[in-house]
T-cell receptor, first 112, second 114 residues
Framework: AQSVTQLDSQVPVFEEAPVELRCNYS??????LFWYVQYPNQGLQLLLK??????LVKGINGFEAEFNKSQTSFHLRKPSVHISDTAEYFC??????????FGRGTSLIVHP | DTEVTQTPKHLVMGMTNKKSLKCEQH?????MYWYKQKAKKPPELMFV???????INESVPSRFSPECPNSSLLNLHLHALQPEDSALYLC?????????????FGSGTQLSVL
């Protein structure tokens, strides 16, 4: 069985400040990890994914995430956010099943 | 073309109506998915088609009926829905459905059942 926990339901931040969105997972097998973003009234779009290799993964729009096996975490970071980053962010894991399990989502709210 | 196109974007229907949601992709993907998403919640998987065959049905009520006429099209037929079925319905596709693949999502159909 696999599961994903996104600890924060909402993260408010000021424009140009750094941000970290937290994600922890559990799985009995090796996993693939993903971050998706959903802008208002849109579908989900892949930001980045970890399959294997380097634990620091760079994605689109200046986001990056670090896979930490010992802490079973895959936190998403951006050094300087923009108003346009305001969206819902979903962490997802694929383990034994090829269907991804999504976290509950974190709403990133960027204030001017 | 890297898009998944869903129509209509919005749909309002009564509980006795029959309607269909449509999804189309021309990326040559052989796995297609229907998800249901309530506001402020993650997407919940409903159905998966792999090579035009239904491979996963996540215990969805029979008032939702999927159809995959060919490798580019995916439909969701709706009949006798309940108000609690109101949600955003998302279609997605991936190359083959294998583990590391990313999902490409459409923008969804916002469904309201009155």
């Amino acid at each position: 069985a696999q599961s994903v926990t996104q600890l924060d339901s909402q993260v408010p931040v000021f424009e140009e400040a750094p941000v970290e969105l937290r994600c922890n997972y559990s799985s009995s097998v090796s996993v693939y990890l993903f971050w998706y973003v959903q802008y208002p009234n849109q579908g989900l779009q892949l930001l980045l994914k970890y399959l294997s290799g380097s634990t620091l993964v760079k994605g689109i729009n200046g986001f990056e995430a670090e896979f930490n096996k010992s802490q079973t975490s895959f936190h998403l970071r951006k050094p300087s956010v923009h108003i346009s980053d305001t969206a819902e962010y979903f962490c997802a894991v694929k383990g034994g099943s090829y269907i991804p399990t999504f976290g509950r989502g974190t709403s990133l709210i960027v204030h001017p | 073309d890297t898009e998944v196109t869903q129509t209509p974007k919005h749909l309002v229907m009564g509980m006795t109506n029959k309607k269909s949601l449509k999804c189309e992709q021309h990326m040559g993907h052989r796995a297609m998915y229907w998800y249901k998403q309530k506001a402020k919640k993650p997407p919940e998987l409903m159905f998966v088609y792999s090579y035009e065959k239904l491979s996963i049905n996540e215990s969805v009520p029979s008032r939702f009926s999927p159809e995959c006429p060919n490798s580019s099209l995916l439909n969701l037929h709706l009949h006798a829905l309940q108000p609690e079925d109101s949600a955003l319905y998302l279609c997605a596709s991936s190359q083959t459905g294998a583990l590391p693949e990313k999902l490409f999502f459409g923008s969804g159909t916002q469904l309201s059942v009155l």
